[in-house]
């Protein structure tokens, strides 16, 4: 007999209301339900917290109770995993994973579970899933018609161009070619078009039908600030924006994490740090506290976050540059789950850029892969130097069009702009002027070039006799936090570039355009606050 035969409802709107307890569908879940019941191809496109498990969820339990046996999910995280089959089993519906934290005995009575089709879902890692031993297993259940559906989540793994590429899911391929009569619904929250066109050849979606939700997080509002003093800025934003509130910190480094967590805490702010050189049960302790307690702020490197459901995180705030748009949004996008007014908060300078694409130059990967490493870091750039909506700009990024959204700081305060296309002018023929002088080194860091623009008699400057160069005091009209915005502007733009140790400026081909005045620049004006005391100043 089929294991199937139940009393239970098959009609999906049932299962939403009697399983999951919601009343109805959130957005496009309906059609998405609607086709992958009906065992139709499926790429689904949403953002976090849009409500995607519930895509392959509902469907599994239908099929099942129609007697078509296990869906198979493939999930690349562990912890998520463990989450999910835990509040299934909760709602009372047979689930259960595969990985490498179960004992044989355990992994045996699982894959009796799944092999006699009373599974309705199992969690597996891409890894395991594409063994000879489960494929022969899936053999079997497909040839006696007990493999139901596919779902495959964080689909965007399988892309080079996304952000978290993972090798194993190239392997996935073999699910259409092995089982073309089994169903498959792809998930990803971060798909922009090039991703988008990876899964579906990666992963021969060419059938599926494209669900793609808006990628807007209206109650999130996005602002970025220039780097002046980091810390202090920091500071003053939780302080007084976000008083005993919730939030995630990301820095760049561990060391930085383990510095600011330290720091925040002597100025009395609840901060925990989290990375991954933490111990494991350190790790576990400060997330269990994050989301237990209120008002917990997480100093955290991009090891933390993922999985994290935590509804009431009321900001995030960046002190270093994400590496792309996809990373800014997944990391922004874990504040203001609930719908609730949150903040995406970003502190933003001329290191950043370099740092940035100094990490690029010096990575292991190949040129092609860095050329798209770069491609990205453009677009990120281009979103923090924005003087227009940066919503219209994120979501552009993301193939949606919009208008200009009011809840960001561009529209809320729209900058006052100037034209910085002749001060720039005067900043590449300064580094020119540098590279033709004939005595001593031919290239200098942005502190000396501005010292030179500015006209200020530096030892340095007497040393190298540059108060020479025709460029000596073009721009004492413009103080340095200016020129520094106009050498972050070019370093974005990919006008000049830094390098080796004193970081030191070079043009690039594309600081032609500038200088023959092909290309004009449109600069925010600097609205640095004043600082009391002395500060260590980062840019
Ligand atoms: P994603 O995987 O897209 O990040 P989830 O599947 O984890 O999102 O869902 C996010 C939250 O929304 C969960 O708490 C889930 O229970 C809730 N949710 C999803 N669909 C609905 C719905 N139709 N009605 C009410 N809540 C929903
Ligand atoms: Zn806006």
């Not at 990985?99 to 579970?113: A, F, G, M, Y």
């Not at 190298?464 to 106009?486: I, K, M, N, P, Q």
């Amino acid at each position: 007999p089929r294991p199937d035969a139940t009393l239970a409802p098959t009609d999906p709107l049932q299962i939403l209301q009697s399983v999951f307890g919601y009343a109805a569908y959130r957005g496009p879940q309906a059609e998405i339900v609607e086709r992958v019941v009906a065992g139709g191809d499926a790429l689904v496109l949403m953002p976090t917290g849009g409500g995607k498990s519930l895509c392959y969820q509902v469907p599994a339990i239908a099929r099942h109770r129609a007697g078509r046996g296990v869906t198979v999910v493939v999930s690349p995280l562990i912890a998520l995993m463990h989450d999910q089959v835990g509040a299934l089993e909760e709602a009372g519906v047979h689930a259960s994973f595969l990985n490498s934290t179960l004992d044989l005995p355990d992994v045996q009575r699982i894959e009796r579970e799944m092999m006699s089709g009373r599974l309705v879902l199992l969690y597996v890692a891409p890894e395991r899933l594409t063994t000879p031993r489960m494929l022969a297993q899936l053999d079997s259940l497909a040839e006696r018609r007990l493999l139901s559906l596919f779902a495959i989540d964080e689909a965007h793994c399988v892309s080079q161009w996304g952000h978290d590429f993972r090798a194993d899911y190239l392997g996935l391929s073999v699910l259409h070619e092995r089982f073309p009569a089994v169903p498959r619904i792809a998930l990803t929250a971060t798909a922009d078009e090039h991703t988008r066109a990876d899964i579906i050849e990666r992963l021969q979606l060419e059938d599926a039908r494209l669900f793609i939700s808006s990628f807007d997080r209206p109650n999130i509002r996005y602002r970025v600030v220039e780097k002046d003093d980091p810390r202090r800025q920091l500071l003053r934003f939780l302080r007084e924006e976000h008083e005993g509130a919730a939030g995630i910190v990301y820095c760049q480094s561990r060391k930085k994490v383990d510095e600011t967590a330290a720091w925040l805490e002597t100025e009395g702010i609840a901060a925990l740090p989290y990375h991954a050189g933490l111990d494991s049960g350190v790790r576990q302790k400060h997330q269990d506290r994050f989301l237990r307690e209120d008002g917990i702020v997480m100093v955290a490197t991009i090891a933390f976050g993922m999985g994290i459901d935590k509804p009431d995180v009321r900001f995030v705030a960046h002190l270093d540059l994400p590496k792309n748009i996809e990373s800014y949004y997944q990391e922004t996008g874990r504040a203001g789950r609930d719908g609730e007014p949150a903040e995406a908060w970003m502190a933003y300078g001329l290191a950043d850029v370099v740092n940035q694409r100094r990490m690029i130059d010096d990575g292991e990967s190949g040129e092609e892969f860095k050329r798209l490493q770069r491609a990205k870091l453009d677009a990120l750039l281009a979103l923090a130097e924005a003087t227009d909506c940066r919503r219209v700009r994120l979501l552009g990024y993301f193939g949606e069009s919009s208008t200009a959204c009011g809840n960001c700081d561009n529209c809320l305060e729209p900058p006052a702009t100037w034209d910085g296309t002749e001060a720039a002018q005067k900043l590449l023929s300064c580094i020119l002027r540098f590279q033709r002088h004939d005595q001593g080194p031919r290239a200098f860091g942005a502190g000396h070039l501005i010292d030179v623009l500015r006209g200020k008699r530096s030892d340095k400057v007497a040393q190298y006799g540059h108060e020479r160069l025709s460029t000596f005091a073009v721009g004492a009209d413009l103080d340095e936090s200016r020129w520094r915005a106009v050498l972050r502007q070019l370093v974005a733009l990919g006008c000049v570039m830094t390098e080796g140790e004193y970081q030191t400026l070079v043009l690039t081909d594309g600081a032609r355009a500038v200088l023959k005045g092909e290309l004009s620049l449109q600069l925010r004006v600097p609205n640095v606050a004043p600082r009391g005391g002395k500060t260590g100043r980062t840019t």
